[in-house]
């Protein structure tokens, strides 16, 4: 996630829910994180030639909603989250949580990327406890809500643990707590999961679904993986590159946590491959036999 300077804390920091012990009530929760995206092209100048990455992006994701994007690589997927967690301000059209429009960093999202990017010689609760650094909580709570995470998480007892002492998949659950310690009111997820092998990848998954159940933050995780896709997401956005467009939005109509073998999911996984594989892009296998899109030709 982001460490740049944040310039204000979100009022709900200062809530503390008795059931879990962490910031954000339920009532608030479920009235938060509504992101609006309308209108939306994004262009790269590169040796004085625009070339439009995004075109037309019109989205809109309900308060706790887990939606999900998939997509050849290079059709702007990592582009359009950098724009939602304003890394970027360079865009036309509009971007909106909960009515605000996106014009800088805020506390209001989080990211956690591919790369766990902890700091190596910081232990996991220094980690996650240094994304408080730029809020106004109180140091005497700061312990508490650190604690309160890292259980989130399913890490007690690593509190003291270093980055090169966790697992892939470990890591990767405590840049989520790193990024779910300001409880953001969305958290986007870049391929969060796309560095891991494939048994850690599925516990992980499900791991991400508890932590989802249980928080209700808003998210937005893009993945390669269309069966992760569907597995996670309340809807998945298919999109095609050059430029980046949305294609279709598939509602996933199945309560959580899921099964995986439901036929329903199988189904989709069909038809949104169908639409991918559609379009002129790379494909193959990964370790669980679930046909992957490769980066084309000029992105790699
Ligand atoms: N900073 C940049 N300058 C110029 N082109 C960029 C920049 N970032 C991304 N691009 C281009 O924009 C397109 C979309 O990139 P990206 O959002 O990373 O795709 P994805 O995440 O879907 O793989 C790619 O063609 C990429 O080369
Ligand atoms: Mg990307």
Redesign the pocket.
């Known amino acids: 996630m982001s460490f740049e300077p944040v310039p204000q804390r979100p009022p709900h920091l200062s809530q503390t829910g008795p059931q879990t012990g962490i910031a954000g009530a339920e009532s608030a929760r479920s009235a938060r994180g509504a992101l609006t995206i309308s209108s939306l092209d994004k262009s790269?100048t590169?040796s004085g030639t625009a070339r439009k990455?995004l075109d037309g992006i019109n989205l809109t994701v309900r308060p706790g909603e887990f939606v999900s994007i998939v997509?050849a690589?290079?059709?702007?997927?990592?582009?359009l989250l950098r724009l939602i967690v304003g890394l970027d301000d360079e865009y036309t059209g509009e971007i909106r949580l909960d009515g605000e429009r996106v014009a800088t960093t805020s506390l209001d999202r989080g990211i956690v990327f591919q790369d766990h990017r902890l700091f190596p010689w910081m232990t996991l609760e220094q980690n996650v406890e240094l994304a408080l650094l730029n809020t106004d909580v109180p140091k005497s709570r700061r312990a508490q809500i650190v604690a309160d995470h890292i259980a989130l998480v399913n890490l007690t007892g690593f509190e003291k643990a270093y980055p090169h002492q966790l697992s892939g998949g470990m890591a990767q659950r405590a840049a989520i707590a790193r990024a779910l310690v300001t409880e953001p009111k969305l958290l986007l997820l870049d391929e969060p999961l796309g560095a891991l092998d494939a048994l850690t990848r599925v516990h992980v998954q499900n791991e991400l679904q508890r932590i989802w159940m249980q928080q209700r933050s808003t998210m937005v995780m893009v993945t390669h993986d269309v069966e992760e896709a569907l597995y996670l997401g309340d809807r998945v956005i298919v999109m095609t590159p050059h430029p980046?467009r949305i294609r279709r939005i598939v509602d996933v109509d199945l309560p959580h946590p899921r099964d995986r073998r439901s036929p329903v999911l199988h189904r989709l996984k069909d038809e949104i491959l169908a639409e991918l594989t559609a379009a002129p892009t790379d494909t193959t296998d990964d370790a669980r036999g679930n046909l992957v899109l490769l980066p084309t030709r000029e992105?790699r």
């Open positions: 790269f590169i990455v997509g690589s290079g059709c702007g997927k990592s582009t980046g992105d």
